[in-house]
């Protein structure tokens, strides 16, 4: 029986073409015996009807919970997430059902971490506000806006995995001094790329600029709460490119109002799309993107291409290289 494939239509652009291009489609052509198609309408959940209809589905957004594969018709034996968080599937469901879940780990850790270092760049050197002044005519007022420099500052990461280890590559010749905290990762490992492994609390209180690059999860749900924000420096900057909910978004915008953090750039939001009437969305002191700033033609194919790669590997019966629940294999 052919191993039928069902992409979800979010990675299509407005022209309905893939955003990822053409040529990681090929890979499907390895395995004569996967057909495949993109979901005839854009989904917000995979449904049980879909889970009925296909052995693989290749998931950009749409969540996947315990519903979407409990019918007893539920075909499905693997689904390939396009990136690396995983907050939106059901793990455990899958798992009891014996599906595979996938990600693409290697894929995206230099371009968010290229991504980072963009908003860091932006908000120390005062990016938004000189672009303002040059359209607007006001060039002599230069000097009011002093750029911040990074060689006396430190650069403290919430998270120290894949994403977090290549942020710490190439942020060491800009910074001063790195801090990492991660509750798992290895102090010496963290040495080896030129950070302190410290306690989160300390990191807030002495980083200059708080990348946040974690994964979402049961412990990392607003880790950046109130009483940690107000452990920042009021010339500190927050960066989030991980998952909106990581950081409690309204304890944010709080001392944003009252100026006591210098600013932030946020690429991920606890609502998403944003909502028009957040506040975020009005302020000066914070550059906003829509949880696409690590988007390249480079990150996409590569993520298209090692996703894909993961059902041909599960439609040959082989594991694939980038399992979430390994438990499925014992």
Same mark, same amino acid.
């Given at each position: 029986?052919?191993?039928? @494939?069902?992409?979800?239509?979010?990675?299509?652009?407005?022209?309905?073409?893939?955003?990822?291009?053409?040529?990681?489609?090929?890979?499907?052509?390895?395995?004569?015996?996967?057909?495949?198609?993109?979901?005839?309408?854009?989904?917000?959940?995979?449904?049980?009807?879909?889970?009925?209809?296909?052995?693989?589905?290749?998931?950009?957004?749409?969540?996947?919970?315990? @519903?979407?594969?409990?019918?007893?018709?539920?075909?499905?034996?693997?689904?390939?997430?396009?990136?690396?968080?995983?907050?939106?599937?059901?793990?455990?469901?899958?798992?009891?059902?014996?599906?595979?879940?996938?990600?693409?780990?290697?894929?995206?850790?230099?371009?968010?971490?290229?991504?980072?270092?963009?908003?860091?760049? &932006?908000?120390?050197?005062?990016?938004?506000?000189?672009?303002?002044?040059?359209?607007?005519?006001?060039?002599?007022?230069?000097?009011?806006? /002093?750029?911040?420099?990074?060689?006396?500052?430190?650069?403290? +990461?919430?998270?120290?995995?894949?994403?977090?280890?290549?942020?710490?590559?190439?942020?060491?010749?800009?910074?001063?001094? /790195?801090?990492?905290?991660?509750?798992?990762?290895?102090?010496?490992?963290?040495?080896?790329?030129?950070?302190?492994?410290?306690?989160?609390?300390?990191?807030?209180?002495?980083?200059?600029?708080?990348?946040?690059?974690?994964?979402?999860?049961?412990?990392?749900?607003?880790?950046?709460?109130?009483?940690?924000?107000?452990? /920042?420096?009021?010339?500190?900057?927050?960066?989030?490119? &991980?998952?909106?909910?990581?950081?409690?978004?309204?304890?944010?915008?709080?001392?944003?109002?009252?100026?006591?953090?210098?600013?932030?750039?946020?690429?991920?939001?606890?609502?998403?799309?944003?909502?028009?009437?957040?506040?975020?969305?009005? /302020?000066?002191?914070?550059? +906003?993107?829509?949880?696409?700033?690590?988007?390249?033609?480079?990150?996409?194919?590569?993520?298209?291409?090692?996703?894909?790669?993961?059902?041909?590997?599960?439609?040959?019966?082989?594991?694939?290289?980038?399992?979430?629940?390994?438990?499925?294999?014992?």
């Amino acid at each position: 029986m052919k191993f039928k @494939l069902g992409i979800t239509r979010d990675v299509l652009d407005s022209q309905g073409q893939p955003s990822f291009g053409t040529a990681a489609l090929k890979i499907l052509e390895t395995n004569p015996e996967i057909t495949w198609e993109y979901l005839p309408e854009r989904i917000a959940e995979v449904s049980p009807d879909l889970a009925a209809l296909y052995d693989g589905l290749y998931v950009n957004s749409p969540k996947v919970t315990k @519903l979407s594969v409990g019918r007893a018709d539920c075909k499905l034996k693997i689904i390939a997430r396009h990136g690396v968080g995983y907050d939106s599937v059901d793990v455990k469901a899958l798992t009891e059902r014996g599906i595979v879940l996938t990600n693409t780990p290697f894929a995206i850790r230099r371009p968010v971490a290229v991504a980072a270092l963009t908003l860091i760049f &932006a908000l120390a050197g005062r990016l938004p506000t000189k672009d303002r002044l040059t359209r607007q005519n006001r060039w002599h007022e230069r000097t009011n806006h /002093m750029g911040v420099g990074l060689t006396t500052r430190a650069i403290g +990461l919430i998270g120290a995995g894949g994403i977090g280890e290549e942020l710490l590559k190439l942020a060491k010749p800009f910074f001063g001094r /790195m801090l990492a905290a991660d509750p798992y990762a290895k102090p010496t490992r963290v040495a080896e790329l030129g950070a302190e492994l410290v306690p989160l609390d300390r990191l807030m209180g002495e980083a200059d600029f708080v990348v946040v690059c974690c994964l979402l999860n049961d412990e990392t749900f607003r880790l950046v709460n109130a009483p940690r924000l107000a452990l /920042m420096k009021p010339t500190a900057f927050l960066i989030s490119l &991980a998952r909106g909910p990581i950081i409690d978004e309204q304890a944010l915008i709080e001392v944003l109002r009252g100026g006591r953090i210098a600013g932030a750039g946020i690429d991920v939001f606890e609502k998403e799309p944003v909502d028009p009437s957040n506040p975020l969305l009005t /302020m000066d002191n914070v550059i +906003l993107t829509p949880h696409s700033l690590c988007w390249t033609d480079e990150c996409f194919h590569e993520m298209a291409s090692t996703g894909l790669k993961s059902i041909v590997d599960v439609s040959f019966g082989r594991k694939p290289v980038h399992v979430v629940n390994l438990d499925v294999y014992r």
